[in-house]
């Protein structure tokens, strides 16, 4: 039986409102046929470039060569005079010209800036004369028959290039004699908002450090990594009269409609946004600082309204490398703690390249008892792509929780599990205050860090195999280390949608909502809720368009809080037409409330006597249109619509709702001292998800995080020549992406506490895992081999220079 969850008919998350009870038979259930699952496996898929149109014309834009150079001259003519070019549009073209790539529906009222005045900062063009990092769509852009005929073109046109001082470093960026790049400013510090420069204190960190037995400080270090989209950046565009149809490859469909109706200024009625298939996206598909999330859609627009034809604007895989995942920073840690482990303190210095996704203290905030607190985080502008938070916004978070925690741990000389016990809590308090909400609220009197460590400890053998540093070599002649960390699960407190549930003709139901696919199984999650709140089967629902705008928006797949936030829509519409449905079947039953009645599979049945029942295909026959045309409905459709909110992003403490569910990770290695080779022997997740609504969805989403966390700690990094300015692995070769097989043997295990805020206790998962893990293995490697290395990615050559052989 589902014994927990509240919500509220306004669409408000609210704990202490109970809802019915229902029969698990499809959530939680093993072996579900995912909806997509025939079309992706039989290469039948269709994604945005398969897409082809009559007469269809392909588009590419120029990208800069230079890091920071200005366009004085450019000669279109020879482009202009190919064969099969059809429209070419400049940087000085009226419809573009010194217009920024921002838009106001996009600004949560909380930045109280439009998206130019932070996301974007620095702010960008749709096309641009200017250039401010290597690789960025400048100057001129060409659509033409084929997409060989517009590449040619491009590469025809001549351009006198005035190139300007970069700087790539952000700590070189701030010093007294760094070019400033921007026109106007008077130095490379970014300011303009609290996500851009923060300070950020909670009690007393004097005092704190007073009181503490031991202050340990330390420097730490997270270059510059990238996602990697299987599918390139591409959107396709069709004018129907007035109206535009757009086939966008982006993670938030219905932001990209927003945008385009503002700055083109069409109204967003005449617009139709199609979302097929995605190669997968990991935030880089939001980011909406980069042309190839919504300036190529502008561009697109323009060339097909221009042209009468349908536009293919596409992207290779080179200018796929932008930016970086919003955690390009350099920290300076200063942090008391008691002998026992307690902390009193934390201080941290963070400096941000081009975009602070997170400010890397509020974990400590959201997760720990920790009292003071002190922040201070400075972005700085530097000549690389704009940042954006592929892969998880909470990477500063995790990144400084781990090592704060760990460093105190390995200090002292303790049991990291120990410490992660000792310092779980909620906003300075200790864990006595998450009991006390607890038991307020209705939740279970559960322990949910208690209960991961004890799963992972088990799994890894972690009191036979912990040890102090440096003290286990192998018979191998590696060196053996082992390492923990912890944090809350995210997120089941953000996250807002709308859908509908239609009871069809036949007595099979559809889900209306429109969600962009990032391969992550939600849409037969969604089937799965839907069918047991109407205690219906799994087969019975189905989303018939999941890709296409409907009016009704899901929230879209970031954050990990689709579940929570989406799964509370459905739930919603679910019970209303299934309310619906019991007052319509009670008219066609003699004598009969809707309360007498009950709904099992594709049949209402009287509760008091099942064998007086009806299909639920013979009680809507008159609720739909007939295949007639002279007759139409002649009673109401059966469909309900549902709005619903978890809050917005970072309101987890102001709204007094703590972040219940907890994760524990747990890492095997071996470093090798003669090669500097980190080898995974061992990694093991270990999730409380609340509610697992589809298992196999759950542990894809921990093995899937695994070697990208990997990847993330050993080999990715984006680098760029220091006199050139230009990136020198902008392609999948030579960016070190970890596989699958780099991960040694991993273990998901997933916990059901029912402490999630969102659906039946659930909160989500689809993040924590490739956030988590990066940071763990500088722990391993000092219980490795006695030194720390908190400079990321952890290459071999910087594991022998700490050992003093290179």
């Given amino acids: 039986m589902g014994a927990y969850n509240k919500i509220q008919d306004d669409g408000q998350f609210q704990v202490g409102v109970d809802i019915p009870e229902i029969t698990f038979k499809e959530v939680g259930k093993r072996g579900v046929r995912r909806l997509d699952g025939y079309e992706k496996a039989s290469g039948k898929a269709v994604y945005n470039r398969d897409i082809q149109m009559p007469g269809m014309l392909y588009a590419r834009i120029l990208s800069s060569p230079y890091p920071r150079a200005k366009i004085l001259k450019m000669d279109t003519r020879n482009a202009e005079a190919l064969p099969g070019v059809r429209c070419i549009i400049r940087y000085d073209d009226p419809a573009v010209k010194d217009r920024d790539l921002n838009g106001s529906y996009f600004a949560p009222e909380w930045v109280n800036k439009p998206l130019g005045g932070w996301a974007l900062k620095p702010i960008h063009k749709v096309l641009g004369g200017e250039a401010f990092y290597e690789g960025q769509p400048v100057g001129v852009a060409v659509a033409a028959d084929t997409e060989d005929i517009a590449l040619e073109a491009l590469h025809s046109v001549e351009i006198q290039w005035e ?147 349908p536009v293919k604007f596409l992207y290779d895989r080179a200018q796929t490398f932008f930016g970086e995942s919003g955690d390009m920073m350099v920290s300076d840690f200063k942090v008391g703690a008691k002998k ?17 996704c997170t400010n890397g203290i509020e974990h400590f905030i959201e997760n720990t008892r920790i009292p003071n607190l002190k922040c201070e985080t400075v972005n700085v502008d530097v000549s690389i792509g704009p940042a954006w938070w592929h892969r998880c916004e909470q990477l500063p978070n995790v990144f400084c929780f781990t090592l704060v925690l760990e460093h105190v741990a390995a200090e002292l000389g303790l049991d990291p599990t120990e410490v992660a016990l000792k310092n779980d809590g909620y906003a300075g308090q200790d864990s006595s205050a998450l009991v006390t909400y607890k038991k307020e609220k209705g939740f279970p009197d559960v322990d949910s860090l208690k209960e991961c460590i004890e799963a992972g400890k088990k799994a890894i053998q972690w009191d036979d195999k912990w040890h102090p540093p440096g003290t286990k070599m192998l018979p191998n002649g590696r060196m053996h280390g082992m390492a923990f960390t912890w944090d809350h699960e995210w997120d089941d407190t953000r996250g807002t949608g709308s859908a509908a549930v239609l009871i069809e003709n036949d007595g099979s139901v559809s889900i209306i909502g429109h969600q962009a696919d990032v391969g992550v199984n939600s849409w037969s999650t969604y089937c799965q809720i839907v069918a047991d709140e109407l205690n219906m089967n799994y087969e019975d629902i189905n989303i018939k368009t999941q890709d296409l705008d409907t009016g009704f928006a899901f929230m879209s797949p970031d954050g990990s809080c689709c579940l929570c936030s989406n799964g509370n829509v459905l739930r919603k519409a679910a019970r209303k037409a299934k309310t619906m449905l019991l007052e319509l079947a009670a008219t066609k039953f003699e004598d009969m409330e809707p309360s007498d009645l009950e709904i099992k599979g594709r049949e209402i049945f009287q509760k008091s006597d099942p064998a007086n029942r009806k299909m639920i295909k013979e009680v809507v026959k008159n609720a739909m249109p007939m295949f007639d045309s002279c007759v139409f409905w002649t009673e109401a459709p059966v469909i309900a619509w549902a709005w619903h909110t978890q809050g917005i992003w970072g309101n987890a403490i102001t709204t007094g709702r703590p972040r219940l569910c907890r994760q524990a990770h747990f890492l095997e290695i071996e ?33 899937g995080g695994s070697y990208m966390g990997v990847g993330r700690a050993l080999t990715e990094e984006m ?88």
């Fill in 340 to 356: 026992d482990g307690t902390v009193t303190a934390v201080e941290m210095h963070n400096n941000f390249a081009v975009y602070m």
């Fill in 719 to 806: 680098i760029w020549d220091r006199k050139t300015g230009v990136l020198l692995n902008r392609n999948l070769l030579d960016y070190k992406y970890a596989a699958i097989n780099d991960s040694g043997p991993i273990e998901a295990i997933y916990v059901e506490t029912g402490l999630g805020h969102g659906p039946y206790g659930a909160c989500g998962i689809g993040e924590s895992t490739p956030t988590i893990v990066p940071a763990m293995f500088s722990p391993a490697v000092y219980n490795a081999i006695g030194k720390w290395i908190d400079d990321f990615p952890i290459t071999p050559d910087k594991v022998l220079k700490a050992l003093g052989k290179a």
């Fill in 671 to 703: 470093v090798d001292t003669e090669t500097g080779k980190i080898e995974v022997k061992k990694l093991i997740n270990v999730n409380d998800v609340g509610k697992a609504v589809s298992p196999e969805t759950v542990e894809g989403q921990m093995y």
């Fill in 163 to 309: 190139e300007l001082p970069f700087v790539l470093d952000q700590e070189e960026a701030l010093e007294p004699d760094a070019p400033v790049l921007r026109s106007g400013e008077d130095s490379n510090r970014i300011s303009g908002g609290d996500l851009v420069e923060h300070s950020h204190h909670v009690g007393d960190v004097e005092k704190g450090f007073v009181e503490a037995d031991h202050i340990i400080e330390f420097h730490a270090r997270r270059r510059p990594h990238l996602w990697a989209g299987a599918e390139m950046p591409c959107v396709v565009v069709k004018w129907r009269g007035d109206n535009i149809e757009m086939w966008v490859h982006q993670q938030q469909p219905y932001h990209s409609k927003m945008l385009l109706s503002e700055w083109l200024d069409i109204p967003m009625n005449r617009i139709m946004v199609r979302s097929p298939y995605m190669g997968c996206s990991f935030g880089g598909r939001g980011n909406p600082a980069n042309n190839s999330e919504n300036g190529m859609n502008v561009l697109a627009v323009i060339m097909a309204k221009r042209t009468g034809k």
